[in-house]
């Protein structure tokens, strides 16, 4: 019989493993069943957070920049770099991690330290930059970020007006003409798993405001405030696709640096070599914290099972926890899902034990689909 060859291509479970510890757990599992098994592991991220992390785990060199935080303060920031291709995380500037327990700034937080990251890449000779958008803090649609690039945001008395999407509402002049002239030379790729646009019911404030600390009169001096943002920037553009992606940043680097929005999965497949990886595999373990509907729409599960389809390679996967039916799985490209739920049903202890957990799970895939 031929050595299986797995390709294990998951994310990482939120709040207990890294995708690279996911990729090691795995392993360990699936090698105490079938110690002969070839294995391949791919961290995969959808441009949220972790996407950084995929890259270097890829063969990319991590860098760090000095940058400015959310609430103003200098935070520690890393991005990737091979060659003249680098992979910016705005998470890693301006993301929720770099808030203090329980303190949200949701009308003053600031995608500056974005744009301050993304000078940094430019500095170390990127020419295309994957731009991964989410796990925002901010909801500025991205005018920090310009402003850190050289654009001018002012009030009807020709004063800069103050960090955030609050103060957005008292702009009157957007002047984009000191913006870095690099900018125009490269290829940017808005890498997002949203496909929202900046305002309105589906926009930014409504569906995401809440999670960053916004009060329902925030989302509304929000909205409108981006809604105004909008109409001086440029006319008729808030409801492009990703427009809404993290706070709006979406919307700020599609209309004034000419990104190119794709879904963060599909650029972070090509980014990380998916397809000569899946050209080598018989089975395709992929996964995430929590297989869910939100899953099927843009998440990397979905992303590595629609490929690996194509390719006419099975695919199962491993979750936390797992509120799919089958035929919403089958429909997916994933043959069968393992959760860890199954094996302990307490979720503190599932996610405090989620490694030997999923070696355990590992170990029931190895029998299902590798052994004999």
């Known amino acids: 019989m031929e ?33 002969g098994v070839r294995v391949e592991t791919l961290p995969v991220a959808d441009g949220g957070d972790g996407t950084v992390a995929a890259a270097v785990a890829a063969g990319f060199e991590r860098r760090e920049a000095r940058v400015t935080g959310p609430l103003g303060d200098p935070v520690t920031a890393a991005y990737a770099l091979r060659g003249s291709t680098a992979v910016v ?86 002047d984009l003409s000191g913006l870095d002239p690099r900018l125009a030379d490269i290829d940017l790729v808005l890498a997002s798993d949203v496909d929202n646009p900046l305002t309105g019911p589906k926009g930014a404030p409504e569906v995401y405001g809440r999670q960053k600390g916004a009060s329902e009169e925030d989302i509304a001096v929000l909205d409108a405030a981006l809604a105004h943002y909008a109409s001086i920037l440029g006319p008729d553009t808030a409801a492009l696709p990703g427009a809404g992606a993290a706070g709006g940043i979406g919307y700020g680097a599609l209309v004034a640096l000419g990104a190119r929005f794709r879904p963060g999965i599909e650029v972070m497949l090509d980014v990380l070599g998916f397809a000569p990886a899946l050209a080598r595999a018989t089975l395709v373990i992929t996964g995430e914290g929590s297989l869910d509907e939100q899953t099927l729409h843009g998440k990397a599960p979905a992303g590595v099972a629609a490929a690996a389809r194509a390719a006419g390679i099975e695919v199962v996967a491993v979750c936390g926890r797992l509120a799919l039916p089958p035929e919403a799985l089958e429909k997916a490209g994933i043959r069968r899902a393992y959760a860890l739920a199954e094996l302990e049903p307490d979720p503190a202890v599932s996610m405090a034990q989620a490694g030997p957990l999923l070696e355990r799970a590992a170990e029931s895939i190895a029998r299902d689909f590798l052994a004999g």
């Open 89 to 174: 995380e705005m998470a890693e500037a301006s993301g929720l991690q770099h808030l203090p327990d329980g303190v949200f700034a949701p009308l003053t937080a600031t995608t500056y330290g974005s744009g301050e990251l993304l000078l940094a890449a430019l500095e170390a000779g990127a020419t295309t930059i994957v731009f991964g958008v989410g796990g925002s803090a901010t909801t500025d649609g991205g005018a920090g970020m310009l402003a850190a690039l050289g654009a001018r945001f002012l009030d009807a008395d020709g004063k800069p007006v103050g960090p955030g999407g609050g103060p957005l509402a008292e702009l009157a002049e957007a």
């Open 3 to 35: 050595t299986p060859r797995v390709l294990v291509a998951a994310d990482k479970f939120k709040g207990s493993l890294t995708a690279v510890q996911v990729a090691e757990r795995v392993t360990a599992g699936l090698r105490r069943v079938v110690p």
